[in-house]
C-alpha cells in the first residue's frame, strides 16, 4: 500500500537531478566517480597526488548541511535506531561498501548510468537486501 | 588546485541534493525499503532524477574519452562479477536497512551535529580502516 500523504515524488526527483548534476560535474571536469564509499574509502590509502581531491569533496558534501541552514531550516532528521545498532549498521556500511566496491551513490547512481553489469547486480542486492533486513526487523521472520 | 576546487563543489552540490531529496532522513529511507506496510516510494525518483541525468553525462565522457580539461577519465574496468562484489553489497544492503542510512546522507547528517549519525560514520570509518589492514594483511599472504 502507498503511503500518499510522505509521498514526495517533486522533492526526490528535484533533489535527484541535482545528486546528477554534481555527479556529472565531477565527471566530465575531474574524470572521477562520485561514489561516497569509493572516495571516502580512498582517504586511507594515502596516495601521493590522490588525497587533495578525496579530501575535498568530503568537505563539500560536510559543508552542505551548513549552507543549507544559511538559508533555511534543515528539513526533519528522524532516527529511531538505537546507537548500538547504528554502530553495527555504520561497521556494516563501512566493511560492506568497500568490499562491495560502492554505495548507493557509486553503484546506484554512477554504476546504473554508465550501465556496468557489475553494479545493476550490487545495486539489486543492497535494494533487496536493505528490504528484507528491514521486512525482518519490522514484522520478524514470521 | 582547480581539481580540488572542482571535487569541493561537486560535494557541495551533492549533498545539497541529498537533503532536498529526502535521502537525509533516515525514516524516510526505511519508509521506501519498507515495501510491504506504508510503502512511502520518493526514493525511487531520487533515483530516477540522478541517473537521469548521469546517463548523459557519462555518455557524454565516453564519448570525447577524456575530461573537458583534458585529464583521463578514471572509470572503473571489471567486468566481473565475484563474490566480494556480492558478498560486500548482500552487507551493506542488511546495513542500509538496518540504520536508513548509506555513506553519502550519513556524512551530511554527522555534519549536521546528530549524534546518532556521527555514531554511525564512526563505525562506519573503522569498517573502511579494518577493510584496508584486512587487504594488507591478504596482499602480503600472496
Same mark, same amino acid.
Request: with cysteine; proline share 4%.
Given at each position: 500500500?502507498?503511503?500518499?500523504?510522505?509521498?514526495?515524488?517533486?522533492?526526490?526527483?528535484?533533489?535527484?537531478?541535482?545528486?546528477?548534476? !554534481?555527479?556529472?560535474?565531477?565527471?566530465?571536469?575531474?574524470? @572521477?566517480?562520485?561514489?561516497?564509499?569509493?572516495?571516502?574509502?580512498?582517504?586511507? @590509502?594515502?596516495?601521493?597526488?590522490?588525497?587533495?581531491?578525496?579530501? !575535498?569533496?568530503? !568537505?563539500?558534501?560536510?559543508?552542505?548541511?551548513?549552507?543549507?541552514?544559511?538559508?533555511?531550516?534543515?528539513?526533519?532528521?528522524?532516527?529511531?535506531?538505537?546507537?548500538?545498532?547504528?554502530?553495527?549498521?555504520?561497521?556494516?556500511?563501512?566493511?560492506?561498501?568497500?568490499?562491495?566496491?560502492?554505495?548507493?551513490?557509486?553503484?546506484?547512481?554512477?554504476?546504473?548510468?554508465?550501465?556496468?553489469? @557489475?553494479?545493476?547486480?550490487?545495486?539489486?542486492?543492497?535494494?533487496?537486501?536493505?528490504?528484507?533486513?528491514?521486512?525482518?526487523?519490522?514484522?520478524?521472520?514470521? | #588546485?582547480?581539481?580540488?576546487?572542482?571535487?569541493?563543489? /561537486?560535494?557541495?552540490?551533492?549533498?545539497?541534493?541529498?537533503?532536498? /531529496?529526502?535521502?537525509?532522513?533516515?525514516?524516510?529511507?526505511?519508509?521506501?525499503?519498507?515495501?510491504?506496510?506504508?510503502?512511502?516510494?520518493?526514493?525511487?525518483?531520487?533515483?530516477?532524477?540522478?541517473?537521469?541525468?548521469?546517463?548523459?553525462?557519462?555518455?557524454?565522457?565516453?564519448?570525447?574519452?577524456?575530461?573537458?580539461?583534458?585529464?583521463?577519465?578514471?572509470?572503473?574496468?571489471?567486468?566481473?562479477?565475484?563474490?566480494?562484489?556480492?558478498?560486500?553489497?548482500?552487507?551493506?544492503?542488511?546495513?542500509?536497512?538496518?540504520?536508513?542510512?548509506?555513506?553519502?546522507?550519513?556524512?551530511?547528517?554527522?555534519?549536521?551535529?546528530? /549524534?546518532?549519525?556521527?555514531?554511525?560514520?564512526?563505525? #562506519?570509518?573503522?569498517?573502511?580502516?579494518?577493510?584496508?589492514?584486512?587487504?594488507?594483511?591478504?596482499?602480503?599472504?600472496?
Amino acid at each position: 500500500m502507498i503511503d500518499w500523504q510522505s509521498f514526495t515524488p517533486i522533492s526526490a526527483l528535484a533533489g535527484g537531478a541535482i545528486i546528477g548534476l !554534481a555527479t556529472a560535474f565531477l565527471l566530465i571536469f575531474a574524470g @572521477r566517480i562520485a561514489g561516497i564509499s569509493g572516495i571516502v574509502g580512498g582517504l586511507f @590509502r594515502l596516495q601521493k597526488g590522490d588525497f587533495g581531491w578525496r579530501a !575535498a569533496f568530503v !568537505a563539500g558534501l560536510l559543508l552542505a548541511p551548513w549552507l543549507w541552514r544559511w538559508f533555511d531550516e534543515l528539513p526533519a532528521i528522524q532516527v529511531e535506531t538505537s546507537h548500538g545498532l547504528l554502530a553495527l549498521a555504520g561497521l556494516i556500511v563501512g566493511l560492506g561498501t568497500r568490499y562491495g566496491s560502492g554505495c548507493t551513490s557509486g553503484h546506484g547512481v554512477c554504476g546504473l548510468s554508465r550501465l556496468s553489469p @557489475r553494479s545493476i547486480v550490487a545495486t539489486l542486492l543492497f535494494m533487496t537486501m536493505g528490504m528484507i533486513t528491514v521486512y525482518v526487523i519490522r514484522h520478524g521472520l514470521y | #588546485m582547480l581539481i580540488q576546487l572542482i571535487a569541493l563543489l /561537486s560535494g557541495l552540490v551533492f549533498g545539497i541534493g541529498l537533503i532536498l /531529496s529526502g535521502m537525509a532522513n533516515p525514516a524516510k529511507v526505511l519508509a521506501f525499503l519498507d515495501v510491504t506496510e506504508q510503502w512511502d516510494p520518493s526514493l525511487a525518483f531520487v533515483m530516477a532524477g540522478a541517473v537521469g541525468v548521469g546517463f548523459f553525462a557519462f555518455r557524454l565522457a565516453k564519448k570525447r574519452g577524456q575530461t573537458l580539461l583534458a585529464s583521463p577519465l578514471h572509470l572503473p574496468t571489471s567486468n566481473i562479477l565475484d563474490h566480494r562484489l556480492i558478498l560486500g553489497s548482500i552487507a551493506f544492503g542488511v546495513g542500509w536497512g538496518i540504520a536508513g542510512i548509506c555513506p553519502g546522507p550519513g556524512l551530511v547528517l554527522a555534519a549536521s551535529g546528530h /549524534s546518532g549519525a556521527i555514531i554511525f560514520v564512526v563505525a #562506519m570509518l573503522s569498517g573502511m580502516v579494518i577493510f584496508d589492514q584486512l587487504e594488507k594483511h591478504r596482499m602480503r599472504r600472496h
